[in-house]
């Protein structure tokens, strides 16, 4: 689906195709195309329209990349990745979002499934001038959204994390648990692995290494930078913690293991003298009798086993294996 937005002396309307004269930065206009999982047809726009570079334009339409920054002639193309609330409860996935920053125009494409990019869209009739600041601005805005949007993301899973780690050291741990951990391990990577480069990304657009930042938007991009930085950070923190988790189950479950093939032992071991007098006295041949009848021989066999067990068991506890 594509969507247009043009910005004429300080008003905002939605149009419904694009003039190419619009492409020139001496007509006073500024134009919002917006490509929400384009077709074929509808992705010409980029390469006829507007005359991308073809590498970039592959790149737009392609699978998930990391993010990116890269000036071409004439432009920006910027790929950076939001949350992907379309994935569900399934746990942390982003989306890629590509951007071609131009000197009077704003090109985006995505899923389709971008909020940032709709609640933006959903407020330019009340606001004329997100557009009215130009295109660098725009992008700073819908920049800065995504941003904000990875926060209570952030803290879904710093919390699913203090819940593991409570279960780590309940009495009751879950079989489970060694895939949720793995599974949290992995959407801990996944934000690392995307954040890391992000970061770079809006570091580029604070420094104003491109001419088409000014000073005051590397500002605005450097308070993006800092939540990032932030977040960066929390990654890191969630790295290690989900490291420590994992160690201290698997040690946990390793000591519950020794104490008992350490019970396992003792009863072993306490058992065996115990079945040697069973098993001599159970056989068909004559053996030493103790006092008394024939009724009698059974129970000095028990009291002689009983006083073997309560000796060892003694000798156990002095030595402090029980």
Known sequence: MVTIFVD???KTEQVPSIDRAWR??????????DLAAPSVPESLILSETFGFHPLSVEDAMSEIHFPK????DGYLYVILHGIDYHAGDKGFAT????????????VTVHDGHSRSIRDIQENLSRRAQIMSEGPVALFHRIVHAMVDRYRPEVEKLEDRLE?????????HVPKYLVRQILQEKRQVSSLRRIITPQRDVIARLARREFAVVSSDLSFRFRDVYDALVRIADDAMLFQDRITGV???HLSNVSNRL???????????????PLTLLSGLWGM??????FPGTDREQFWWLVGIMAAIVAAMLVMFRRKRWV
């Open 8 to 10: 004429r002396d300080g």
């Open 69 to 72: 920054i890269e000036a071409y």
């Open 284 to 289: 068909n041949i004559l053996l030493p009798r």
């Open 258 to 272: 020794n104490e008992v093939m350490k019970v396992l032992t003792i009863l072993t071991t306490i058992f065996m």
């Open 24 to 33: 020139d930065p001496a007509s006073g206009v500024f134009v919002w195309v």
């Open 163 to 171: 819940k593991i780690e409570k279960t780590v050291f309940s009495e």
């Open 95 to 106: 989306h890629d979002i590509d951007f071609f920053v131009g000197p009077n125009y704003l």
């Open 246 to 248: 994992l160690e201290a």
